[in-house]
């Protein structure tokens, strides 16, 4: 009998690993024409699927694979296990950050749209001021949210401290004027859920540490921060040549 026991300590293309991947795609194969699944695929299209998840295991069994310290040492089983945890956790904060910023910039997104459709129902004079930040936040898209951290205020209050990212312009005032809305109009969403908690925009906060949005108009960067990049970065960064053009807004 043949093993079909992958050797983790190589890739997928090794003759062992691919021939249990072959394996593999003939047993899917037959369970395809015993159970009668609606869908024949060819054995190109299991393979593929197949070797994704290889790659997934193998990246998980390496991470679990004692490394070497500082001092020249392996890792103990408990160092190991405490590793892991930890970028487990980072992970999870990670994931959650993404969704709090993607949850941020739908629901100003969707203030937005409220308002602009009120406002050219009423033909206000402000409905410009609007469409511009409307303009401002569809640009800049989820990618441009800022993250947060929470903390305490006066050992009382949990707040929000907004992460400051060096490449985005301040925008703290137009950010302001939209999230304003959410506690003026409840036309736009329910009092029910948790409530907004307070956010501090301040020099001191923690950078953030993703990566700029790149392709964005010059005028949403900070020009400084462009000027210090390296002609490499500045390539990757990829400015679009649309003219955005900057103004205060006033509105009602």
Not at 21 to 50: S, T
Request: glycine share 4%.
């Amino acid at each position: 009998m043949v093993s079909n026991t992958f050797d983790l300590t190589h890739g997928s293309s090794t003759p062992w690993n691919a021939r249990i991947l072959d394996i593999l795609v003939e047993q899917l194969q037959r369970r395809n024409v015993e159970e009668q699944w609606p869908m024949q695929r060819l054995d190109g299209y299991y393979k593929v699927i197949l070797e994704d998840r290889y790659k997934q295991l193998w990246t998980t069994w390496r991470a679990a694979q004692p490394k070497v310290t500082a001092k020249g040492r392996l890792e103990t089983a408990a160092k190991v296990e405490e590793r892991l945890i930890t970028k487990r956790d980072e992970n999870l904060k990670s994931v959650r950050q993404t969704t709090r910023r993607q949850n941020k910039y739908t629901c100003r997104a969707k203030i937005l749209e409220h308002i602009i459709n009120l406002k050219k129902d009423n033909e206000d004079k402000d409905l410009p001021a609007w469409m511009w930040l409307q303009k401002v936040i569809t640009t800049l898209g989820d990618g441009g949210m800022s993250s947060e951290e929470s903390d305490m205020e006066n050992d009382i209050h949990c707040v929000l401290r907004v992460k400051n990212m060096a490449w985005c312009r301040k925008i703290e005032r137009e950010l302001d004027v939209i999230d304003h809305q959410r506690v003026l109009d409840d036309d736009v969403f329910t009092p029910q859920g948790s409530k907004p908690m307070k956010r501090i925009h301040a020099p001191g906060n923690s950078m953030s540490e993703r990566s700029p949005v790149t392709g964005l108009p010059k005028a949403l960067y900070v020009s400084e921060w462009v000027d210090g990049l390296t002609g490499g970065q500045v390539e990757r960064l990829n400015v679009s040549n649309d003219t955005f053009r900057w103004m205060k807004v006033a509105v009602a």
